[in-house]
């Protein structure tokens, strides 16, 4: 069992920065993949990034490809991503979700366990 904790989330401009953090409960941290996801209203949730168990692999949708950066402290049981050049079609609540397989999926449905969600807003 993983609990999931989002936090980070908040009001920022569009071209500024947020770093969202997910810290994440039990000994087996380092077992799972970690992936963010987001999900605007009216909309289904979309895959963000996602990064492998050991440091050095990383997944990135298109969308956020060279704004967005993925990474873990394994030690620190969190997982961050770093969130530049934001968008106003970057508004969304971001869940950080585990996965206790191998594969950078990018489907909801193959994650177990997920956060609560923070929300993020992009003002012009």
């Known amino acids: ?7 980070g989330g908040g009001l920022v401009q569009a071209g500024g920065s947020l770093r969202l953090s ?7 941290f380092r077992s799972y993949v970690l992936g963010w996801f987001r999900q605007a209203p009216g909309k289904e949730r ?3 990034a996602a990064i492998s168990r050991s440091v050095g692999i990383n997944s990135y949708a298109d969308s956020v ?5 993925i990474s873990r402290d394994n030690a ?13 079609e970057d508004t969304a609540v971001y869940y950080c ?8 999926e990018v489907r909801p449905r193959e994650y177990d366990y ?3 969600g923070t929300q993020v807003t992009v003002s012009s």
Do not use: I, P
């Open 46 to 48: 979309e895959f963000v």
């Open 65 to 69: 490809k060279g704004r967005f950066t």
């Open 97 to 104: 979700a585990a996965d206790s397989g191998l594969r950078l």
């Open 114 to 116: 997920w956060g609560q």
């Open 22 to 28: 997910c810290a994440a409960s039990g000994r087996t």
């Open 76 to 88: 620190k049981n969190t997982v961050y991503l770093q969130m530049n050049s934001l968008k106003l």
């Open 1 to 7: 069992q993983v609990q999931l904790v989002e936090s």
